[in-house]
């Protein structure tokens, strides 16, 4: 390892270089870039990553937005995560939209409390979630069935807005440690926490690439598709690795494959509040779905 | 040099700094990153922009190029204001990108081709440059950086030193008049510290313009850099 001393003085004894005729700076004539619209492929990569990269557990963790925000702030993590869970598979599993309108209806009341800085990542989040859905049901529409674009795309909207206001609020170590308190194996966890933060590091590296694509982007490309796929690929290579790297750290650390349950108390009067709203809404998506 | 196009949004060009920044502020989810920072790098300069971690010489960096857009305070680099309103226009960004590399201060974020030949060419090929040109390009630019012989290595592969060069080599092909660059000496060797501060000395007495950024203030005596400090406030000391 070279000292900084060496550097130093390795700086200080080079030697002129000469350049190349191209890279003396007017030594060329000026470059006037092409313009061609932004290929398919490269045009959802970019979408797609700016999308991974909005993936963040604990983003606003101890930070109330809200009214709500701070009532729910009392509520223990495992009955959010578990309530949330149910209400998910309740919106997913509901075959009459009065239910999925209903926890739309929810999800807006929650998001229209927050301020408006607050309002826009999460709407724009579902949003964008909910018009892939549309379109990915597009051809169901065109095939006679144009409720199930809306029906599709409303519960994308509610599902993700629901989840993203938990995730944002909470802390990692506090979702694996919900999750054990729900009695889900160590290993179950382990895979969990790996593949979320595989997921949140894959977004990162995937913006950070698609930033360096986008600024040797300076003309028009011979192969649409080259840039897009190395981002794509490398972005794998790069969130695989990472993640490994941190599975070796915190087995460095101690970490021996086991999560602790939470220490404080679970069943408080807020948590006891929230489980009877939970399960009332349950009631209403059964009563709803016998009703139909 | 010869005249450029007038693209939008373009400034007076009368003896114009390379780089200008006029009381610029830039926060994000919150945080302050710059506050009210004022400077400017007149052409064939080096100037080296020095200050504690996340005293914001990355986010510096991001707003010159286009990549992130001031909160307050105006941005221009070389005689193109840089905001969300002409970057919007494609052509003047890509001018701008080409005019205006920047090199990152992690190799990996940067690098995204299969191979290290294909890593310098991709700049010249989307400029529209002939393939004999563009072998001419990558034959000089790897020689400069002594990556000769690296051309079919892929660069997920590489060292870190390696792949900094290979980052840097993949800007410099493209033939820019400014070069930023990220943390300039970190992950780099003895041999490779030397190399690019060759390049960056010739680079500068041929007329190009260069900002490095460094928290290191003795690590690289560049004789001939002006020094601009950033304090931990986000502020030009």
């Known amino acids: ?292 | 040099m010869g005249e450029r196009g007038v693209a939008a949004g373009a400034v007076d060009a009368s003896e114009q700094p390379a780089m200008r920044f006029e009381h610029v502020s830039f926060s994000y989810e919150g945080h302050v990153a710059l506050d009210d920072v004022s400077f400017q790098v007149m052409p064939g300069e080096l100037v080296a922009l020095s200050g504690p971690n996340g005293c914001g010489k990355s986010t510096v960096m991001r707003l010159a190029s286009g990549l992130d857009f001031a909160s307050a305070g105006t941005v221009a680099v070389l005689g193109q204001r840089v905001d969300a309103t002409t970057m919007s226009d494609l052509r003047t960004a890509k001018r701008l990108h080409q005019r205006a590399g920047l090199v990152f201060q992690n190799p990996d974020s940067q690098l995204f081709c299969p191979s290290v030949y294909e890593e310098v060419a991709f700049g010249p090929r989307q400029m529209g440059l002939g393939e004999d040109e563009v072998a001419r390009r990558v034959t000089d630019t790897l020689a400069l950086f002594g990556l000769a012989g690296f051309e079919e290595r892929s660069p997920w592969r590489l060292s870190g030193g390696e792949k900094r060069r290979v980052a840097l080599a993949a800007i410099v092909s493209m033939g820019p008049e400014l070069l930023m660059l990220d943390e300039l000496v970190d992950g780099l060797d003895v041999e490779s510290l030397g190399r690019v501060a060759d390049f960056i000395e010739s680079y500068v007495a041929a007329g190009g313009t260069v900002l490095v950024t460094t928290h290191h203030h003795d690590h690289v005596r560049l004789p001939e850099a002006r020094h601009v400090v950033m304090d931990a406030h986000h502020r030009i000391a």
């Open chain 1, 1 to 292: 390892m070279p000292s900084q001393a060496d550097k130093t003085d390795v700086a200080n004894g080079r030697q002129p270089l000469e350049l190349p005729a191209w890279l003396v700076p007017g030594g060329m004539a000026p470059y006037e870039p092409k313009v061609a619209r932004e290929g398919f492929l490269r045009k959802n990569v970019l979408a797609l990553t700016r999308l991974l990269a909005r993936v963040r557990v604990g983003s606003r963790v101890g930070q109330c937005d809200s009214a709500i925000d701070r009532v729910l702030a009392r509520v223990a993590v495992p009955a959010r995560l578990l309530g949330l869970l149910v209400l998910l598979v309740c919106v997913s599993a509901a075959a009459n939209m009065a239910f999925a309108y209903l926890m739309l209806g929810v999800s807006l009341v929650m998001l229209a409390a927050r301020p408006a800085g607050r309002i826009a990542p999460v709407a724009r989040t579902a949003g964008v979630v909910a018009l892939v859905t549309a379109l990915v049901m597009l051809p169901a529409a065109l095939l006679g069935q144009p409720t199930s674009a809306v029906r599709m795309a409303t519960k994308a909207f509610a599902t993700v807005s629901l989840a993203l206001g938990l995730f944002q609020h909470v802390s990692w170590s506090q979702v694996t440690s919900a999750l054990r308190w729900l009695r889900l194996p160590s290993q179950a966890v382990f895979v969990l926490d790996m593949t979320l933060r595989d997921i949140e590091l894959l977004g990162r590296a995937a913006l950070e690439l698609s930033d360096a694509l986008a600024l040797r982007s300076v003309g028009v490309a011979r192969d649409a598709t080259a840039g897009a796929a190395g981002v794509m690929g490398m972005t794998f290579l790069r969130a695989h690795e990472l993640a490994a790297r941190q599975s070796e750290a915190m087995r460095l650390r101690g970490f021996d494959g086991s999560y602790e349950p939470p220490r404080e108390r679970v069943l408080t009067p807020a948590t006891l509040t929230y489980v009877v709203v939970v399960v009332g809404l349950v009631c209403v998506f059964v009563y709803l779905e016998g009703a139909m």
